[in-house]
């Protein structure tokens, strides 16, 4: 009679359990709203915008922003219906030339027309194109798992099939005699006699679901004879077979003889407790499991051989929700008398998470897709301060956070491209890139919060780009500047240049409505530098005051005229279909703080950059030259 005494630790048996699983590397095509839990197998880009026109945010009366400015409490404004106002619901279309809605309730119906008493600011609550999502976005990249928040993004942003790994097959067998299925016969203890619920199946087939399998349950299987034909069977239809009970040393503990029969035994009886007569082998190049029939012991020898075996694959995580501390970089401001849960990206640094705050807008479905976890904000507070530390709800794995690499700094459509690259080379892994702009990022560095930013800054005196902003503000730390490519910055146009925009000189035009970047930004630096040198003032742009985060946000409302034009890289014009006017050619560059330079993270992004497909991506996009793509400029590695 065996006794398993041969046993070996946890980690070589999970070890040895993935020498011998393979990846599954079947595609299909599934609608979106069948998306939850599914594990992408290449990019998936927005169809269209979120929402696809400026509209209401609100019910009420769209109008002219201008035609309110004399409105107060004390000298109501009259505002004729359908020419000087327009009803409105919330997502209509807002009409030709009305850029402002005051809502229902703060206006007082007159008949033909509405009173109003206070004055509206542009584009007060509408929604711009592009707000959620913009045309042509990378929604999820490469060995995503899709959560319930990417489903509605995806459909919302036109994405009605998605391409997905075919889903892992696991078959699960009850064995024993003694064990009967109360889904299948009376329950009453006089037809039950002396036998057992069987509830393991079911407990199993709830972790294979909630894992990501696709669970069948077998009936009960009562003798040898019927086991060895349903393994010798179920391996050639199900990815992985799992048999509950009989893994043991008794008389009717039939599985190890069985696999040895039908194929090769890798290990019965692993080191740990619950779970020692763990059972592993190979029939016909399928695993097949033999786990105990306690509760417990299947339940601990499920996460423990199972969840690695679903994760090798389907070259994917199993995330695990928890609470940790973590600690604000700067003010999170809140409304007293209102509990607000914030949707946030997290980093670690030194050892610590630092909770960094994504768009709150209800409307924003993007952010809570993208969120690793949530902070509440409680009602008698106005906010966190800097350097407070805050409890955070988790919604993606702690330690795929921890081991992620998180860049800061200045948008550009190379981190998407470095992030897909990333999980396709390396599914364990991810990159997540937060838009603060260039100058921000530095500063995030500089404060002991970021290890990697991204900048373009110019420096007016010197005429060179990044090294003089980093010896300003980084001097004597150690840090590495790597260049990422050249790229072409420039006004984008409506195709045929329908207002004869010549160059940066037409901004300050009358009739030309300008989008910009946020402050700090490295695009809005040169913006900047280049109306100071053609003594443009900034009162005179209309939209000079109209921020976004990044370069696609402003080709978007270009392309739908919402502005006339706006200072973006000339691969966003390309994908938008946009004329281009170049400004200038910029070196786009990643700082790196000399500690993480020797992380393995760090070694991984590094191969992406000097990759071959980094550079070809890069081209293919449009307006990079990436001659001195991946060369060290400053600092040492």
């Known amino acids: 009679m065996r006794r398993y005494l041969e046993t070996i630790k946890s980690k070589e048996a999970v070890r040895k359990i993935l020498e011998h699983v393979r990846p599954i590397e079947e595609e299909e095509m599934i609608p979106a709203y069948q998306g939850k839990g599914r594990i992408t197998t290449r990019p998936v880009y927005a169809k269209c915008s979120n929402p696809p026109f400026v509209c209401s945010a609100m019910d009420g009366y769209a109008t002219m922003f201008e035609k309110t400015l004399e409105a107060d409490m004390t000298h109501p404004l009259s505002l004729a219906k359908g020419s000087d106002a327009v009803r409105v619901n919330t997502g209509d279309a807002m009409p030709a030339g009305m850029n402002a809605v005051v809502i229902r309730e703060e206006v007082e119906e007159a008949g033909q027309h509405i009173v109003i008493r206070r004055p509206?600011?542009?584009?007060?609550?509408?929604?711009?194109?592009?707000?959620?999502?913009?045309?042509?976005?990378?929604?999820?990249?490469?060995?995503?798992?899709?959560?319930?928040?990417?489903?509605s993004m995806l459909i919302s942003a036109g994405v009605t099939h998605v391409p997905v790994r075919r889903m892992p097959k696991i078959l699960i067998i009850p064995t024993g005699k003694e064990l009967m299925d109360v889904y299948n016969g009376?329950?009453?203890?006089?037809?039950?006699?002396?036998?057992?619920?069987?509830?393991?199946?079911?407990l199993l087939a709830g972790m294979a679901v909630e894992t990501g399998f696709q669970a069948t349950r077998h009936a009960i299987v009562a003798d040898r004879k019927e086991l060895r034909e349903v393994v010798g069977k179920s391996v050639n239809d199900y990815d992985v077979v799992l048999i509950n009970a009989g893994s043991s040393a008794g008389d009717e503990d039939y599985t190890e003889d069985i696999i040895r029969e039908l194929g090769v035994l890798v290990f019965h009886g692993v080191s740990m407790m619950p779970g020692r007569p763990a059972v592993f082998g190979i029939v016909r190049d399928k695993p097949v499991f033999g786990i105990p029939g306690y509760p417990v012991s299947a339940a601990i020898s499920f996460q423990s051989f199972l969840e690695p075996v679903y994760e090798k694959l389907t070259s994917s995580k199993v995330a695990k929700r928890s609470v940790i501390p973590c600690l604000t970089p700067y003010k999170i401001p809140s409304r007293i008398g209102l509990e607000e849960i914030v949707r946030v990206n997290i980093q670690k640094h030194n050892g610590r998470y630092y909770v960094f705050p994504l768009p709150r807008g209800a409307s924003i479905l993007s952010s809570m897709a993208r969120a690793d976890g949530l902070i509440t904000i409680p009602e008698n507070i106005e906010g966190y301060g800097e350097d407070e530390e805050i409890q955070c709800q988790l919604l993606k794995d702690e330690c795929d956070i921890a081991n992620r690499v998180h860049i800061v700094g200045s948008h550009d459509l190379s981190l998407d491209i470095m992030r897909d690259l990333m999980k396709k080379a390396h599914p364990e892994a991810d990159l997540l890139s937060t838009h603060t702009g260039s100058l921000s990022g530095i500063l995030a560095i500089k404060k002991g919060v970021a290890d990697l930013c991204t900048t373009h800054i110019f420096d007016e005196s010197e005429k060179v780009y990044n090294i003089p902003?980093?010896?300003?503000?980084?001097?004597?730390?150690?840090?590495?500047?790597?260049?990422?490519?050249?790229?072409?910055?420039?006004?984008?146009?409506k195709k045929g240049n329908p207002k004869k925009i010549t160059g940066i000189g037409d901004i300050g035009r009358e009739d030309i409505r300008f989008i910009n970047r946020q402050f700090g930004s490295g695009t809005r630096i040169l913006l900047d530098l280049l109306i100071k040198e053609k003594g443009i003032k900034k009162e005179s742009i209309r939209g000079y005051e109209r921020e976004e985060s990044s370069h696609t946000a402003v080709g978007i409302m270009v392309r739908e005229s919402v502005a006339d034009t706006g200072v973006a890289i000339y691969a966003v014009a390309k994908l938008f279909s946009l004329d281009f006017i170049p400004l200038a050619e910029e070196e786009y560059d990643l700082v790196v703080t000399g500690e993480f330079a020797e992380d393995q993270r760090?070694?991984?992004?590094?191969?992406?950059?000097?990759?071959?497909?980094?550079?070809?991506?890069?081209?293919?996009?449009?307006?990079y030259n990436t001659g001195h793509t991946g060369a060290i400029k400053y600092g040492k590695l």
Do not use: C
């Open 186 to 202: 009376s329950t009453d203890t006089e037809s039950r006699g002396r036998r057992l619920i069987d509830s393991n199946s079911h």
């Open 120 to 151: 509206l600011y542009l584009w007060q609550n509408v929604r711009m194109i592009g707000e959620d999502v913009i045309e042509d976005d990378m929604l999820v990249p490469t060995n995503h798992v899709i959560g319930i928040f990417d489903v």
């Open 602 to 623: 760090f070694a991984k992004l590094m191969a992406i950059i000097r990759s071959d497909v980094f550079r070809k991506r890069l081209e293919e996009a449009g307006g």
């Open 469 to 493: 902003v980093i010896e300003k503000y980084l001097s004597g730390r150690n840090v590495v500047l790597v260049h990422i490519a050249k790229r072409q910055q420039g006004l984008v146009i």
